[in-house]
C-alpha cells in the first residue's frame, strides 16, 4: 500500500465527458505533482504545484486543469480528451523539490 | 546541465545470481541522483537516493547503488537476485534547463529466471 492514494483506480471516458482525478497525501509533504505514463516509458511530468501553489505546467494542453484545493488534495480535472490521452496517471508527493517522490498506483484511464 | 541515461532496455539473470542495472549521468555540478522500482500495474517506489557523502548507497529490499565520479555512473547492484524483483527500474536526476525536477531515465525492464 502507497501513502498517496489515487481514485478512481481505472476511468473510461469519451471524448465529450468531463471527469476528475484525484489524489490525496497525509504526509505533511508541501510538493505535489502530476505524471502521464504510457506503457514500458518513464513517467513525464505535467504539473507541480509547491506550496498549493502552481510552479511547473510542462506545457499541457488545457483540456488538462489542476487544482490543489488544499496541501493534502490534488486534482486533474479532464475535458474533451482524445483516445492518445489514454495513460496511467500518476500523481506523486514530497517533502521538498529535491526529495525522493512519493507515487500513488496510479488512475488507468482510457479514452474511447 | 544534467541527464541520466540507462543504457540497457531490458537485463537477464538467473535468480540467486548478482544483478546490475546501469546508470550513466551528464553533470555540470554536483549531482543528485535516484533508483526507482515500478511493478506492474503499480506506481514507481523509491529505493534509493545518492546526494553527497558515502559513494555506496544502501536502499530497500536489498539494494544498494554505487556513485562513480569518474565513470560518471550509478549502477543499481543487489548481491543475489529473486524472482520476485523482476520489474521496471527507472534512475532519475536532475534534468538541463535549470528546472529542479527529477527526470528520468528510459526504464530498465529486469527479469529474474528461476
Known amino acids: 500500500d502507497t501513502e498517496v492514494t489515487q481514485t478512481p483506480k481505472h476511468l473510461v471516458m469519451g471524448m465529450t465527458n468531463k471527469k476528475s482525478l484525484k489524489c490525496e497525501q497525509h504526509m505533511g509533504h508541501r510538493a505535489m505533482y502530476w505524471y502521464k505514463q504510457k506503457a514500458k516509458k518513464p513517467p513525464e511530468l505535467m504539473f507541480v504545484y509547491s506550496y498549493e501553489k502552481l510552479s511547473i505546467n510542462e506545457s499541457v494542453p488545457s483540456r488538462f486543469s489542476p487544482e490543489c484545493p488544499n496541501s493534502s488534495l490534488l486534482n486533474l480535472h479532464l475535458h474533451a480528451l482524445q483516445p492518445e490521452d489514454s495513460a496511467l496517471y500518476l500523481c506523486?508527493?514530497?517533502?521538498?523539490?529535491?526529495?525522493?517522490?512519493?507515487f500513488g498506483n496510479g488512475t488507468r484511464l482510457t479514452v474511447t | 546541465a544534467q541527464s541520466v541515461a540507462q543504457p540497457e532496455d531490458q537485463v537477464n539473470v538467473a535468480e540467486g545470481n548478482p544483478l546490475t542495472v546501469k546508470c550513466t549521468y551528464s553533470v555540470s555540478g554536483n549531482p543528485y541522483l535516484f533508483w526507482y522500482v515500478q511493478y506492474p500495474n503499480r506506481g514507481l517506489q523509491f529505493l534509493l537516493k545518492y546526494i553527497t557523502g558515502d559513494n555506496l548507497v544502501k536502499g530497500s529490499y536489498g539494494f544498494e547503488a554505487e556513485f562513480n565520479k569518474s565513470q560518471t555512473s550509478f549502477h543499481l547492484k543487489k548481491p543475489s537476485a529473486l524472482v520476485s524483483d523482476s520489474a521496471l527500474y527507472f534512475c532519475?536526476?536532475?534534468?538541463?534547463?535549470?528546472?529542479?525536477?527529477?527526470?528520468f531515465g528510459r526504464g530498465t525492464s529486469l527479469i529474474v529466471h528461476p
Open positions: 506523486a508527493s514530497s517533502q521538498g523539490l529535491n526529495s525522493p517522490l512519493h
Open positions: 532519475a536526476g536532475p534534468p538541463s534547463g535549470g528546472s529542479y525536477i527529477p527526470t
